[in-house]
């Protein structure tokens, strides 16, 4: 399977679901990473204080690329948020981005169909033993790019689109998909699967006690998708 994935760092710390989004909410800078590629390719405008429209359309051009070119476009949690937030501030794009969306997957949502657990891209990356992912350091990311400290908002949102395709590469091969739970637990996702976003929104959700909030699961928070 040839995969893409693709990351965002925002302007702003994203309010607490279910919560309204700001207008000053932004998409600073982003990321993609295909299978062959040896470190992902950053897009940002350094003179600017978010990415522009035109930017965004040729950020978005270049995933229908990968798409025609046979790449499934892989996010973790982007329903949510990455491409929420990339339909909102690309409007003409915006027929494109919700279809790219429904036909990508996002694995901690297939995971919340699965087996009714979502896990952190650190909580993963921990449990493969490597630390690319900083989730401390995210929080602080918005910050640090009014900062002008472009260098390291960069450098970290290549770091999550390049744990997220180690970690997928390991879900692919190995079918099962390890991460550390916030009481130091391991868990393991067995028999990882790829449903596409629309695939996951079609399903029930699983027979099992859910140990996430019960206004925290997949289909609300993907549910701009099915709006008009």
């Known amino acids: 399977m040839k995969w893409t994935v693709f990351d965002f760092e925002f302007t702003e710390l994203l309010p607490d679901f279910g919560q309204p989004w700001p207008v ?23 003179d600017a204080s978010f990415m522009s429209e035109p930017t965004l359309i040729a950020f978005v051009e270049a995933l229908i690329v990968c798409a025609n070119n046979g790449h499934r476009i892989v996010t973790w949690g982007g329903s949510s948020t990455d491409w929420r937030l990339l339909a909102r501030e690309c409007p003409t794009k915006e027929a494109s981005i919700r279809s790219l969306a429904l036909n990508s997957i996002d694995l901690p949502m297939c995971a919340c169909l699965s087996i009714g657990m979502m896990m952190g891209l650190n909580a993963a990356c921990m449990a493969l033993g490597f630390s690319l992912k900083d989730s ?38 190995t079918g099962f998909l390890p991460w550390i739970s916030q009481k130091g637990h391991m868990k393991t996702w067995d028999h990882v699967v790829f449903w596409s976003v629309r695939e996951c929104l079609a399903r029930d959700l699983p027979p099992v006690p859910f140990t996430i909030a019960p206004n925290f699961n997949a289909k609300l928070m993907a549910r701009w998708l099915l709006l008009n």
């Open 136 to 173: 401390e350091a995210s929080a602080s990311m918005p910050e640090e790019w009014r900062l002008g400290h472009y260098e390291k908002v960069i450098q970290h949102v290549s770091n999550d689109a390049f744990a997220t395709m180690m970690v997928l590469k390991h879900a692919e091969m």
């Open 24 to 46: 000053s909410l932004h998409i600073a800078c982003g990321s993609i990473m295909s299978t062959g590629d040896a470190w992902p390719h950053v897009w940002y405008e350094r």
